[in-house]
């Protein structure tokens, strides 16, 4: 009876709890990864992966490294956290490694040593060349074995052809593609020798052969010990490289290809991508284009193994951006005419290292054939009339017809040149550097440590050429005046190429050439030179002097080996001309003009150049050039040749002089055969026409003369003097009129 009031009273107070207890709790839903209702639960882990699980970690004896952070993983492929890792080695006389933070030591660390000094610290090097497999374990799972290659340290990696597979097991100096790691990756792309270059979009596998002990004997080959090689390109726009050494040509050039293993890079070799060897310039449209209308060109590029490139980035050049700028697209800002040209420049196109300058073509330029464009009306035109002798620049606007105030300038002028913009003008003098606003009308900077005469100004109005005849220097500086290079001589004049990259500079007895990929380059003329005109398309120049020369942009090229060249930069063109004094090409690329006063009637020749363009030649190139008129300027006695000035759409070029005549000498070119020389007579009491410039649009001629001291108008349709204008520019100190012989000017639109 006891028994069953005690059952009683413990079902009454526990059957209630217990009834409580399963109301408020609901027991966590366990999954399983079968779907059943046993096994193992989804988020345990069960699985860990150590990367990089196919190629491994290399390391040098005696050097230490990390395990990177396992990735866990349960049943479904969901990361899972462990709480800790235990790591372990399958021989720590080979790789040891921490147990508790995955720290590698090639050899084995140190334990136990006593003396305070940690577990753990110090990696004592065994020697031993070998691998040895660590794995990461947790929560009752191990990771994947990943290997670990131990090697004696590695002083030089070398890329380069590959050993043949056959070859593999008796060549005593074999590449990386024979070794174990490399066989375990799945590549199928064809091997990479560095003995020709690879087409845009071709891939190729990379093999590099390993040395020990600062040799690259066979006997020092340690390629198979150490692993897993990791390819970096210099430069990732000629080249990709994946994890599996398979590279891939993405534009033309050549970049070194840096090696790395055990964590440490080395310069291995170089990757080349076939430049191109032809660029087809074509207009599908009008070759007269209207303001502001826009017309496509074409372009069409092969490389060495004539394939067609894509994405190439050309320098469109043309000969006269201030009216008709460059580009893939055409659109005339002014009536005008240009010869446009698409250039691959190395820099920005088929770059290379400068000692693989020239090594299957990379590096080098390459020239379009040029398209000529022109764009029909007329412009108004703002005239800029200064003087050697006078303190004043008097600006003129043709399009009100209207004389201008004369400016006062700090210095008297020794030269004159206007940017292409036609927004800034540069006076040179014997002080300073005077810089003119052409459209304040307004002095804006002077540097006075800059006197001289003013040469040239780049076409992209970055940089000026300076000579100082005094200091015996010639300096190229920015247009905010600061100084990017000099070179010691002093110079006479300069010609920049269209692109802005290279000036050619006079200097007598020198000939300086400035590029901004290679500095300078002074080279030793046959005879002094005088004056200098580049070539259209801007492959070259021609120079002036005693015997007229012509020096081409590409380089003759020595092969050194497999691997490097030297070159001779800018070489003779092979041109021996008859003598001038000033000389200027035309934009249609076809003539080269040249006068020469030293008969004292002056003397033109005409020569008819065939100007190579494409890709360079190994030999540099040769300018095919024939003196095909030789005349004499009849009534004109010259003690010099100021200049000689072709119109842009190189109809007709005119002549200047100091001396005596009365008349403008002109020159109309014609292909083939020589031209026609004629002249203008000059109105009123004109003596010589000392300085001249045509308009934008080549309806106009404007010439300054002696004698008269005025600025004559040549209509360039009837080739006659229709009208002066008087600048009145005072002598120093004075009032009487000089000669102005210094003028430039920039387009305007007439106003209505």
Same mark, same amino acid.
Request: contains cysteine; hydrophobic residues 35%.
């Given at each position: 009876?006891?028994?069953?009031?005690?059952?009683?009273?413990?079902?009454?107070?526990?059957?209630?709890?217990?009834?409580?207890?399963?109301?408020?709790?609901?027991?966590?839903?366990?999954?399983?990864?079968?779907?059943?209702?046993?096994?193992?639960?989804?988020?345990?882990?069960?699985?860990?992966?150590?990367?990089?699980?196919?190629?491994?970690?290399?390391?040098?004896?005696?050097?230490?490294?990390?395990?990177?952070?396992?990735?866990?993983?349960?049943?479904?492929?969901?990361?899972?956290?462990?709480?800790?890792?235990?790591?372990?080695?399958?021989?720590?006389?080979?790789?040891?490694?921490?147990?508790?933070?995955?720290?590698?030591?090639?050899?084995?660390?140190?334990?136990?040593?006593?003396?305070?000094?940690?577990?753990?610290?110090?990696?004592?090097?065994?020697?031993?060349?070998?691998?040895?497999?660590?794995?990461?374990?947790?929560?009752?799972?191990?990771?994947?074995?990943?290997?670990?290659?131990?090697?004696?340290?590695?002083?030089?990696?070398?890329?380069?052809?590959?050993?043949?597979?056959?070859?593999?097991?008796?060549?005593?100096?074999?590449?990386?593609?024979?070794?174990?790691?490399?066989?375990?990756?799945?590549?199928?792309?064809?091997?990479?020798?560095?003995?020709?270059?690879?087409?845009?979009?071709?891939?190729?596998?990379?093999?590099?052969?390993?040395?020990?002990?600062?040799?690259?004997?066979?006997?020092?080959?340690?390629?198979?010990?150490?692993?897993?090689?990791?390819?970096?390109?210099?430069? $990732? =726009?000629?080249? #990709? %490289?994946?994890?599996?050494?398979?590279? &891939?040509?993405?534009? !033309? /050039?050549?970049?070194? +290809?840096? *090696?790395?293993?055990?964590?440490?890079?080395?310069?291995?070799?170089?990757?080349?991508?076939?430049?191109?060897?032809?660029?087809?310039?074509?207009?599908?449209?009008?070759?007269?284009?209207?303001?502001?209308?826009?017309?496509?060109?074409?372009?069409?590029?092969?490389?060495?193994?004539?394939?067609?490139?894509?994405?190439?980035?050309?320098?469109?050049?043309? $000969? =006269?951006?201030? #009216? %008709?700028?460059?580009?893939?697209?055409? &659109?005339?800002?002014? !009536? /005008?005419?240009?010869? +446009?040209? *698409?250039?691959?420049?190395?820099?920005?196109?088929?770059?290379?290292?400068?000692?693989?300058?020239?090594?299957?073509?990379?590096?080098?330029?390459?020239?379009?054939?040029?398209?000529?464009?022109?764009?029909?009306?007329?412009?108004?035109?703002?005239?800029?009339?200064?003087?050697?002798?006078?303190?004043?620049?008097?600006?003129?606007?043709?399009?009100?017809? $209207?004389?201008?105030?004369?400016?006062?300038?700090?210095?008297?002028? &020794?030269?004159?040149?206007?940017?292409?913009?036609?927004?800034?003008?540069?006076?040179?003098?014997?002080?300073?550097?005077?810089?003119?606003?052409?459209?304040?009308?307004?002095?804006?900077?002077?540097?006075?440590?800059?006197?001289?005469?003013?040469?040239?100004?780049?076409?992209?109005?970055?940089?000026?050429?300076?000579?100082?005849?005094?200091?015996?220097?010639?300096?190229?500086?920015?247009?905010?005046?600061?100084?990017? $290079?000099?070179?010691?001589?002093?110079?006479?004049?300069?010609?920049? &190429?269209?692109?802005?990259?290279?000036?050619?500079?006079?200097?007598?007895?020198?000939?300086?050439?400035?590029?901004?990929?290679?500095?300078?380059?002074?080279?030793?003329?046959?005879?002094?030179?005088?004056?200098?005109?580049?070539?259209?398309?801007?492959?070259?120049?021609?120079?002036?002097?005693?015997?007229?020369?012509?020096?081409?942009?590409?380089?003759?090229?020595?092969?050194?080996?497999?691997?490097?060249?030297?070159?001779?930069?800018?070489?003779?063109?092979?041109?021996?001309?008859?003598?001038?004094?000033?000389?200027?090409?035309?934009?249609?690329?076809?003539?080269?003009?040249?006068?020469?006063?030293?008969?004292?009637?002056?003397?033109?020749?005409?020569?008819?150049?065939?100007?190579?363009?494409?890709?360079?030649?190994?030999?540099?190139?040769?300018?095919?050039?024939?003196?095909?008129?030789?005349?004499?300027?009849?009534?004109?006695?010259?003690?010099?040749?100021?200049?000689?000035?072709?119109?842009?759409?190189?109809?007709?070029?005119?002549?200047?002089?100091?001396?005596?005549?009365?008349?403008?000498?002109?020159?109309?070119?014609?292909?083939?055969?020589?031209?026609?020389?004629?002249?203008?007579?000059?109105?009123?009491?004109?003596?010589?026409?000392?300085?001249?410039?045509?308009?934008?649009?080549?309806?106009?001629?404007?010439?300054?003369?002696?004698?008269?001291?005025?600025?004559?108008?040549?209509?360039?349709?009837?080739?006659?003097?229709?009208?002066?204008?008087?600048?009145?520019?005072?002598?120093?100190?004075?009032?009487?009129?000089?000669?102005?012989?210094?003028?430039?000017?920039?387009?305007?639109?007439?106003?209505?």
């Amino acid at each position: 009876m006891r028994r069953f009031v005690t059952l009683v009273v413990l079902l009454l107070f526990t059957v209630p709890f217990g009834l409580s207890i399963s109301g408020c709790h609901k027991a966590a839903v366990v999954t399983f990864c079968g779907g059943g209702d046993s096994g193992v639960v989804v988020g345990q882990t069960t699985n860990i992966t150590l990367q990089p699980k196919v190629y491994g970690i290399s390391l040098a004896y005696a050097q230490k490294g990390q395990i990177s952070t396992p990735a866990a993983t349960d049943c479904k492929g969901n990361s899972t956290s462990p709480t800790k890792y235990t790591y372990g080695t399958t021989d720590m006389t080979i790789a040891d490694v921490n147990p508790a933070t995955g720290q590698l030591c090639a050899g084995t660390w140190n334990r136990n040593v006593g003396g305070g000094i940690a577990d753990y610290t110090t990696c004592n090097p065994t020697n031993k060349t070998g691998i040895a497999y660590v794995t990461a374990a947790a929560d009752s799972t191990t990771s994947n074995p990943l290997p670990v290659f131990v090697h004696p340290i590695v002083t030089s990696i070398v890329l380069g052809s590959p050993t043949p597979t056959a070859s593999c097991a008796t060549d005593p100096d074999p590449s990386t593609n024979c070794c174990a790691v490399a066989q375990n990756a799945s590549t199928s792309a064809n091997p990479y020798t560095g003995n020709s270059c690879l087409s845009q979009g071709v891939t190729g596998q990379l093999s590099a052969r390993v040395y020990q002990n600062g040799t690259n004997l066979p006997a020092d080959n340690i390629s198979c010990s150490v692993g897993h090689l990791t390819y970096t390109p210099q430069d $990732t =726009t000629i080249v #990709t %490289i994946d994890q599996n050494g398979v590279a &891939t040509a993405v534009a !033309p /050039g050549s970049t070194i +290809i840096s *090696a790395s293993v055990s964590s440490t890079p080395s310069s291995a070799g170089f990757f080349s991508t076939c430049p191109p060897v032809s660029i087809a310039l074509t207009n599908p449209g009008a070759t007269s284009i209207g303001q502001n209308n826009t017309q496509p060109l074409t372009i069409v590029a092969k490389d060495t193994n004539n394939t067609t490139l894509t994405g190439l980035n050309l320098e469109y050049v043309s $000969t =006269t951006p201030a #009216t %008709i700028p460059g580009g893939s697209s055409i &659109t005339p800002t002014y !009536p /005008g005419a240009a010869s +446009i040209t *698409a250039y691959c420049m190395p820099g920005t196109c088929n770059p290379s290292p400068f000692n693989q300058i020239g090594l299957f073509g990379n590096g080098l330029p390459v020239s379009s054939n040029k398209v000529q464009v022109t764009s029909p009306g007329t412009i108004g035109t703002i005239l800029y009339i200064a003087s050697t002798q006078s303190q004043y620049i008097v600006p003129v606007d043709f399009t009100t017809t $209207t004389l201008g105030t004369p400016v006062r300038l700090p210095y008297v002028p &020794t030269s004159m040149v206007i940017s292409v913009d036609g927004s800034t003008i540069y006076l040179g003098s014997t002080t300073e550097l005077m810089v003119y606003n052409a459209v304040s009308n307004a002095v804006t900077r002077e540097d006075t440590s800059s006197p001289g005469l003013v040469l040239a100004v780049s076409p992209d109005g970055n940089t000026v050429v300076i000579t100082d005849p005094v200091r015996k220097v010639t300096t190229l500086e920015t247009s905010a005046g600061a100084v990017i $290079t000099t070179y010691g001589a002093s110079s006479t004049h300069a010609a920049w &190429t269209p692109d802005s990259q290279t000036v050619y500079i006079t200097a007598g007895s020198q000939l300086l050439v400035y590029s901004t990929q290679s500095g300078w380059h002074a080279i030793a003329p046959t005879t002094p030179v005088l004056d200098v005109a580049t070539t259209t398309p801007s492959v070259g120049a021609y120079f002036a002097g005693a015997t007229t020369t012509a020096r081409g942009y590409c380089p003759i090229t020595t092969a050194n080996g497999t691997t490097s060249t030297t070159n001779i930069f800018y070489p003779d063109a092979g041109v021996v001309g008859p003598i001038t004094d000033r000389i200027a090409a035309t934009n249609d690329g076809n003539h080269i003009l040249g006068v020469t006063a030293t008969t004292g009637t002056p003397q033109l020749t005409d020569f008819v150049v065939g100007i190579p363009f494409g890709s360079c030649p190994s030999t540099g190139l040769n300018f095919t050039t024939t003196a095909t008129n030789q005349a004499f300027l009849t009534g004109v006695t010259a003690t010099a040749i100021t200049g000689v000035v072709p119109s842009t759409d190189s109809s007709v070029a005119f002549i200047t002089y100091t001396g005596t005549g009365g008349v403008l000498p002109s020159y109309i070119p014609a292909a083939p055969g020589p031209g026609t020389v004629g002249s203008v007579k000059l109105s009123g009491t004109a003596i010589a026409p000392v300085a001249g410039v045509f308009s934008s649009d080549n309806t106009t001629f404007y010439v300054g003369t002696s004698g008269d001291n005025l600025v004559h108008i040549i209509n360039r349709t009837t080739m006659t003097d229709t009208k002066t204008i008087a600048p009145n520019l005072p002598i120093l100190n004075g009032t009487t009129p000089v000669a102005p012989n210094l003028m430039v000017q920039r387009p305007r639109k007439t106003t209505s």
